[in-house]
């Protein structure tokens, strides 16, 4: 049903000259408006025949010439020279005092299409976040979304890079245990995601990943910007499908259901033919999916208890897959004063100044980690996934819980037993089966430790012998400003590894591309972060290698004024790459970089921006940027050395 005449201003009277032609939005309708010595003139913007946009065309005498294959319009009237019956459409103009009207007739609704009912079943399904590029082969999609916005239903983050959407996403999803959306074209936008759909593969994250499509009857031709998309991403996709004339808002619930339960990635392709079908008629919606939890088996539980029972120094590992347990993991460890460690992805999710904790264990961990390893004699790991960087030693009895069935598969060195389980379930079980035990002198010696490694990180807070700061004492200033509720966002390299042994975590979270090691995910990261979590500080810690590979996300933080905090450390150096060169035994090459002014870039986004490079100018620099109303940037002259 149409609705009477409505006028829309669309710009100035001299919006253009005479003989120019530009496009203008009046309400829902995109129109070319022109003007010629006869008047002004408004026609649809679109082409019949190729699409072409009018509105960037030329005038050329009494006639609108289409940009993409020439065809002639009157720009007044719509009609053509030709014998051919090829009229567009036109609306009526009015040059007023104030500007320069247009009327049309808005449709009093909106056609629902298929492409809103799967919006729609995305936001009953819990997913509040989408991150990505709006382009041409995703507009009928992204139309839907930008409804779902205008709702308040969902927010929208348009990023520089569709790397950026798809790490953003997979951080956005370990932290909340939610599946984000990341949002491409076809063909390059969509292969763009690949790298963060991995990132999130591996870690058993939820994510969806959202692509558009060239047409369907296009599909196998080579057509432009064809890419078989089912099988490109299909490796990263444990579920993947590609929309057709038949399906319905179903296929949206389904592909949630799968990435929530099994914590996997969900890809859906939807060509660019499908995204202007109309709604499909379809049953209301069923219950959100959660996810699989398995308790510990009785036999798994017996096996365990009398394994704890029996050990005289026993230690936990929590890993990333037991973080969101932590609280019940570190109750089950004072009942029976046992040391708790964390791998590295799963930093921050135990206080490390905690009595019973030793910090990270591994190359990016603390020396208390490795002597109280050296101590053990039974390590139980809480869904880690014993990476070699964590270097569980095979020396000590070993057990594992874990939600992955594939876990079972991975770094089974001396593992007494695999326990296919949800590890806050287990913990829980573990509490009530076994016996309280005190040990004192475990508690004196990590109190002992601790002091030790404290005066060791003070002395190692001087600059270094190129006059550069050290990441302790860059590390020790940041524990001195980060708020406890705070995230932080890491890349890789010598940074994150300093990172791991000097900061000690009180309460912050800690977010990493942790079995991809994946450069460049500090940024992006933290957008992810501040999109989950929006009332909290997000630190983003990179060095200028990781940095510079999502640098222009920047850009984004200060569009959508993210409270994200950039610790920079800058030496111009791959240095981590420099470090394994010379292990190696192979000449150092290729690892120096050329760098912008980071201060600089921030600034110019009118963000904070500063750069230090002596121990004064690093207090005062960390202090003002924990201190400022917004995001900003603190580029540290750093040492290439990780300690």
């Not at 200033?477 to 705070?486: G, Y």
């Not at 500090?522 to 909290?536: S, T």
Request: hydrophobic residues 40%.
């Amino acid at each position: 049903m149409k609705s009477e005449l409505t006028w829309f201003r669309v710009g100035d009277t001299d919006i253009i000259d005479v003989g120019e032609v530009t496009v203008v939005q009046a309400g829902h309708h995109a129109l070319a408006l022109s003007r010629t010595e006869d008047g002004w003139g408004a026609l649809v913007n679109r082409c019949p025949h190729q699409g072409g946009p009018l509105g960037e065309g030329l005038i050329e005498g009494c006639w609108l010439i289409c940009p993409w294959h020439g065809w002639e319009y009157d720009p007044l009237t719509g009609e053509t020279p030709g014998p051919f019956d090829d009229k567009v459409d036109s609306y009526a103009v009015d040059v007023r005092s104030d500007g320069v009207y247009i009327g049309v007739r808005e449709p009093e609704v909106h056609d629902e299409t298929l492409m809103t009912q799967l919006v729609d079943r995305l936001v009953d399904g819990g997913i509040d976040t989408v991150f990505g590029i709006v382009g041409h082969s995703n507009l009928g999609f992204a139309d839907a979304l930008r409804a779902a916005e205008l709702r308040g239903e969902l927010r929208f983050i348009g990023v520089r890079h569709e790397g950026a959407a798809s790490f953003a996403a997979s951080a956005y999803g370990r932290l909340t245990g939610r599946p984000a959306v990341c949002f491409a074209i076809a063909g390059p936008g969509a292969t763009n995601l690949y790298t963060g759909m991995w990132d999130a593969k591996l870690s058993t994250t939820p994510l969806l990943a959202i692509t558009g499509q060239i047409p369907t009857p296009l599909l196998g031709t080579r057509a432009f910007q064809e890419v078989p998309l089912g099988e490109a991403l299909g490796p990263a996709s444990g579920w993947s499908k590609r929309l057709s004339a038949s399906d319905g808002p179903e296929v949206a619930t389904n592909m949630l259901t799968y990435a929530i339960s099994q914590r996997d990635i969900a890809h859906l392709i939807v060509p660019d033919d499908v995204q202007s079908l109309p709604a499909k008629e379809t049953s209301p919606r069923g219950p959100t999916p959660s996810p699989n939890t398995l308790p510990l088996t009785e036999e798994d539980a017996h096996r365990i208890a009398e394994l704890l029972s029996n050990a005289e120094n026993p230690l936990f590992v929590i890993g990333r897959g037991g973080s969101a347990h932590a609280a019940t993991i570190l109750e089950l460890a004072e009942k029976i004063d046992a040391a708790v460690a964390t791998t590295f992805p799963a930093k921050g999710c135990v206080p490390e100044t905690h009595p019973l904790t030793t910090g990270v264990l591994g190359r990016s961990g603390t020396p208390i980690s490795a002597a109280m390893q050296t101590r053990s004699d039974l390590i139980v790991v809480f869904g880690g996934g014993m990476a070699p960087h964590t270097g569980i030693t095979d020396k000590r009895t070993v057990v594992r819980i874990d939600i992955d069935p594939l876990a079972s598969r991975r770094n089974t060195h001396n593992v007494k037993v695999f326990a296919l389980a949800d590890t806050g379930k287990a913990a829980e079980t573990l509490i009530e089966k076994c016996e309280s035990v005190d040990r004192p002198e475990l508690r004196s010696w990590l109190s002992d430790r601790w002091e030790w490694w404290r005066t060791k990180k003070f002395s190692r807070r001087e600059i270094d012998a190129e006059g550069r700061l050290t990441s302790a004492a860059i590390f020790h200033e940041l524990q001195e400003r980060i708020t406890r509720d705070a995230i932080v966002a890491l890349d890789v390299g010598n940074t994150t590894y300093s990172f791991g042994r000097y900061f000690e975590a009180d309460g912050q979270r800690v977010v990493m591309s942790g079995w991809l090691g994946s450069i460049g995910f500090a940024l992006p990261g933290a957008i992810g972060a501040a999109a989950a979590y929006p009332d909290l500080t997000i630190v983003a810690v990179a060095g200028d290698g990781g940095f510079g590979q999502y640098a222009m996300e920047l850009s984004t933080v200060a569009k959508y004024c993210l409270n994200i905090k950039v610790v920079l450390l800058s030496n111009d150096e791959m240095g981590k790459i420099t470090a394994e060169q010379q292990l190696a035994g192979t000449h150092v090459w290729a690892t120096s970089l050329k760098n912008p002014s980071w201060a600089g870039m921030a600034e110019s986004l009118d963000m904070f921006g500063r750069r230090v490079t002596t121990p004064d100018e690093l207090a005062a620099g960390m202090a003002d940027l924990f201190e400022h109303d917004g995001p900003g940037l603190l580029e540290i002259r750093s040492s290439r050395l990780q300690y």
